[in-house]
């Protein structure tokens, strides 16, 4: 098992930037890759961007494409998001989400609040 604390968020104008935090403790040699999703009011949870342990590839929701950027700093066990150039439709709960294992068990963090206001 894994636990993952988040950080940052917070309310930010249209076009400016942010940047999420999620640092994993437990087992965390097991972990295969680290991502991140969001949530807005009444809509799905979505995968924003993605990381894999090894070789740190990444993917992205093409919505996010250009603008955020999902990094790793495995010494501290820590993934971050940038998120940059901010728009409304951001606005949502976002959760950082570990899969662990050759069954890729995910674990997800608590959740934090971004909100850009226009």
């Known amino acids: 098992q894994v636990q993952l604390v988040q950080s940052g968020g917070g309310l930010v104008q249209s076009g400016g930037s942010l940047r999420l935090s999620c640092t994993a403790s437990g087992s965390v040699s097991t972990i295969y890759a680290m991502a991140w999703y969001r949530q807005a009011p009444g809509k799905e949870r979505e995968l924003v961007a993605s990381?894999?342990?090894?070789?740190?590839?990444?993917d992205y929701a093409d919505s996010v494409k250009g603008r955020f950027t999902v990094s790793r700093d495995n010494a501290k066990n820590t993934v971050y998001l940038q998120m940059n150039n901010l728009k409304p439709e951001d606005t949502a709960v976002y959760y950082c989400k570990a899969y662990l294992g050759l069954l890729r068990t995910g674990y997800w963090g608590q959740g934090t609040q971004v909100t850009v206001s226009s």
């Open positions: 990381i894999t342990n090894r070789d740190r590839s990444t």
